[in-house]
């Protein structure tokens, strides 16, 4: 893991990778998730997300969406793809991920719980990585939910 406010030799600050653990590495991303979504009041959102009969928290649900927008997997279904086979998604979406019907309808309905969550993400990295990190959390927020809707959009077409 790296050091608290460590870029790695030769990243361009400026640039946003697709991928943040390119920048801050597996568990300090998950750290920085968690701290994001446990960091805000979540006024109206239910305990829990119930569909098909199955029953999800929402808080779980939250942190999952935030943690794949930020890793750059904005498809639901891969989303569930990456739960069934990689330990880091696996543990976020204890106790079972949802399929990829209920993070779309999630994302609906909580959407700005969804973007809320992803701008307090974008401005704890900011400031744990200093300045002149300067990054736009509100719009990278926005642009990565906007990137979620357009690849289910794409894929629904298909």
Same mark, same amino acid.
Do not use: K
């Given at each position: 893991?790296?050091?608290?406010?460590?870029?790695?030799?030769?990243?361009?600050?400026? /640039?946003?990778?697709?991928?943040?653990?390119?920048?801050?590495?597996?568990?300090?991303?998950?750290?920085?998730?968690?701290?994001?979504?446990?960091?805000?009041?979540?006024?109206?959102?239910?305990?829990?997300?119930?569909?098909?009969?199955?029953?999800?928290?929402?808080?779980?649900?939250?942190? %999952?969406?935030?943690?794949?927008?930020?890793?750059?997997?904005?498809?639901?279904?891969?989303?569930?793809?990456?739960?069934?086979?990689?330990?880091?998604?696996?543990?976020?979406?204890?106790?079972?991920?949802?399929?990829?019907?209920?993070?779309?309808?999630?994302?609906?309905? /909580?959407?700005?719980?969804?973007?809320?969550?992803?701008?307090?993400?974008?401005?704890?990295?900011?400031?744990? %990585?200093?300045?002149?990190?300067?990054?736009?959390?509100?719009?990278?927020? %926005?642009?990565?939910?906007?990137?979620?809707?357009?690849?289910?959009? %794409?894929?629904?077409?298909?």
């Amino acid at each position: 893991m790296m050091e608290s406010g460590v870029m790695p030799e030769g990243v361009d600050r400026r /640039e946003i990778p697709v991928d943040l653990v390119d920048w801050v590495g597996t568990e300090r991303l998950i750290h920085h998730v968690l701290e994001a979504v446990q960091g805000g009041v979540m006024p109206g959102i239910e305990v829990q997300y119930v569909a098909g009969g199955e029953r999800y928290p929402c808080p779980m649900i939250l942190t %999952l969406l935030v943690y794949a927008y930020a890793r750059g997997t904005y498809e639901s279904s891969e989303i569930e793809s990456r739960c069934l086979s990689e330990t880091d998604f696996q543990y976020l979406a204890t106790p079972g991920c949802p399929g990829p019907q209920v993070l779309r309808m999630f994302r609906r309905r /909580e959407r700005s719980q969804v973007r809320a969550a992803l701008a307090r993400l974008f401005q704890g990295l900011g400031g744990s %990585l200093g300045d002149p990190w300067a990054i736009d959390a509100e719009d990278e927020a %926005l642009r990565r939910l906007e990137a979620a809707v357009a690849a289910d959009n %794409l894929a629904l077409d298909y």
